[in-house]
Antibody
Framework: EVQLVQSGAEIKTPGESLRISCQTSGYTFSSYWINWLRHMPGKGPEWMGRIDPRDSFTTYSPSFQGHVTISIDKSINTAYLQWSSLKASDTAIYYC????????????WGQGTLVSVS | QLTQSPPSLSASVGDRVTITCRASQGINNYLAWYQQKPGKAPKLLIYAASILQSGVPSRFSGSGSGTDFTLTISSLQPEDFATYYCQELHIYPHFGGGTKVEIK
């Protein structure tokens, strides 16, 4: 069974750093890109960026470029989303989701991680 | 940009429900639909505008090409009350604002 299991909810203050994780299992990690999405109440999800586990090549949405970093640890089939300095406006639920290629649909998602910054 | 309509609707079990998604420019059939229930992650229903994802009930169907797309639920079931999103399949993907399907 394909699973993407995300780390737990976080409560932070502005200016703090944070790294959340997405541990995958049930499939070949290198065969699927990992995407990160932000979801704020009452809006559609927003795509933040993706990483190719084969070579760690990353692509970011212009809206998030420079504010977050996506990385992986292939030894434990895990992807990460990291902030160096959180803002209150980063408060949201964050999802990881896999796709076969960059323009493919997201066929499996993590359960979401609530990040609260205040 | 993707515009969904209506933003919300009320329907009864057994109703036929149609949700539309309009793209600001032609996107061929590069569109997916997702269902999201409260507290859960979105679930892929349809991709390439009309292809049903494995395991999704056949009462769900999608159609359209270019700028106008529809998601149809032929006979609404209790488990279908949720929010539905369309998504452009692009190297920089983006989503519509959602349609919440509520119980009448």
């Amino acid at each position: 069974e394909v699973q993407l299991v995300q780390s737990g909810a976080e409560i932070k203050t502005p200016g703090e750093s944070l790294r959340i994780s997405c541990q995958t299992s049930g499939y070949t990690f290198s065969s699927y890109w990992i995407n990160w999405l932000r979801h704020m109440p009452g809006k559609g999800p927003e795509w933040m960026g993706r990483i190719d586990p084969r070579d760690s090549f990353t692509t970011y949405s212009p809206s998030f470029q420079g504010h977050v970093t996506i990385s992986i640890d292939k030894s434990i089939n895990t992807a990460y989303l990291q902030w160096s300095s959180l803002k209150a406006s980063d408060t949201a639920i964050y999802y990881c989701a896999r796709s076969t290629v960059p323009a493919a649909p997201f066929d499996n998602w993590g359960q979401g991680t609530l990040v609260s910054v205040s | 940009q993707l515009t969904q309509s209506p933003p919300s609707l009320s329907a009864s079990v057994g109703d036929r429900v149609t949700i539309t998604c309009r793209a600001s420019q032609g996107i061929n059939n590069y569109l997916a639909w997702y269902q999201q229930k409260p507290g859960k992650a979105p679930k892929l229903l349809i991709y390439a505008a009309s292809i049903l994802q494995s395991g999704v009930p056949s009462r769900f169907s999608g159609s359209g090409s270019g700028t106008d797309f529809t998601l149809t639920i032929s006979s609404l079931q209790p488990e279908d009350f949720a929010t539905y999103y369309c998504q452009e399949l692009h190297i920089y993907p983006h989503f519509g604002g959602g349609t919440k399907v509520e119980i009448k």
